[in-house]
Antibody, heavy 120, light 107 residues
Framework: EVQLVQSGPEVKKPGESLKISCKGS????????IGWVRQMPGKGLEWMGI????????RYSPSFQGQITISADQSISTAYLQWSSLKVSDTAMYYC?????????????WGQGTLVTVSS | EIVLTQSPATLSLSPGERATLSCRAS??????LAWYQQKPGQAPRPLIY???NRATGIPARFSGSGSGTDFTLTISSLEPEDFAVYYC?????????FGGGTEVEIK
């Protein structure tokens, strides 16, 4: 069974750093891309960026370029989303998603989400 | 950036009725459009990919149509579990974008 299991909720202060994780199981981790999606409280879905764990090729949405870092560790089938200096406006639910590499390139699985709260 | 505009923002219907949701793209995206369903407190669930193909396990009452800039998600007869928020998403380029969502609520 394919699963994307994300790390638990986080409460941080503005200016702190954070790295959240997404562990894939039940499939070949290096054969699919892993993307990240933000959902601010009561709002819609926003695409942040994507990584191909096989070669670490990473693409960021222009809206998030320079604000986040996406990485992956093949050896433990885990992708990461990190911030070096959080803002209150980073408060949101963050989802990781699996995206097929070829063919229809659909997003076919979602993680359960990681709630990040940034407050002074 | 490709902008997706969903309408209406809210659709008030009764169980058994037909729901028609619209998604309009700011430029031609061919058939590179997907639909997702999201219920409160849950992650989105894939429904349709490439405009008209149902994802694995999706009931036949869900159908997608359209190409170019205008797309439609139709739920032929609403079941109680279908009341949720629906999002469209384009994959024409690397910078994927989502529509703002349509909430299907119980009338």
């Amino acid at each position: 069974e394919v699963q994307l299991v994300q790390s638990g909720p986080e409460v941080k202060k503005p200016g702190e750093s954070l790295k959240i994780s997404c562990k894939g199981s039940g499939y070949s981790f290096i054969s699919y891309r892993i993307g990240w999606v933000r959902q601010m409280p009561g709002k819609g879905l926003e695409w942040m960026g994507i990584i191909y764990p096989s070669d670490s090729d990473t693409r960021y949405s222009p809206s998030f370029q320079g604000q986040i870092t996406i990485s992956a560790d093949q050896s433990i089938s885990t992708a990461y989303l990190q911030w070096s200096s959080l803002k209150v406006s980073d408060t949101a639910m963050y989802y990781c998603v699996r995206r097929q590499v070829s063919g229809n390139q659909q997003i076919d699985y979602w993680g359960q989400g990681t709630l990040v709260t940034v407050s002074s | 950036e490709i902008v997706l505009t969903q309408s209406p923002a809210t659709l008030s219907l009764s169980p058994g009725e037909r729901a028609t949701l619209s998604c309009r793209a700011s430029q031609n995206i061919y058939s590179y459009l997907a639909w997702y369903q999201q219920k409160p407190g849950q992650a989105p669930r894939p429904l349709i990919y490439d405009a008209s193909n149902r994802a694995t396990g999706i009931p036949a009452r869900f159908s997608g149509s359209g190409s170019g800039t205008d797309f439609t998600l139709t739920i032929s007869s609403l079941e109680p579990e279908d009341f949720a928020v629906y999002y469209c998403q384009q994959r024409y380029n690397w910078d994927l974008t989502f529509g703002g969502g349509t909430e299907v609520e119980i009338k």
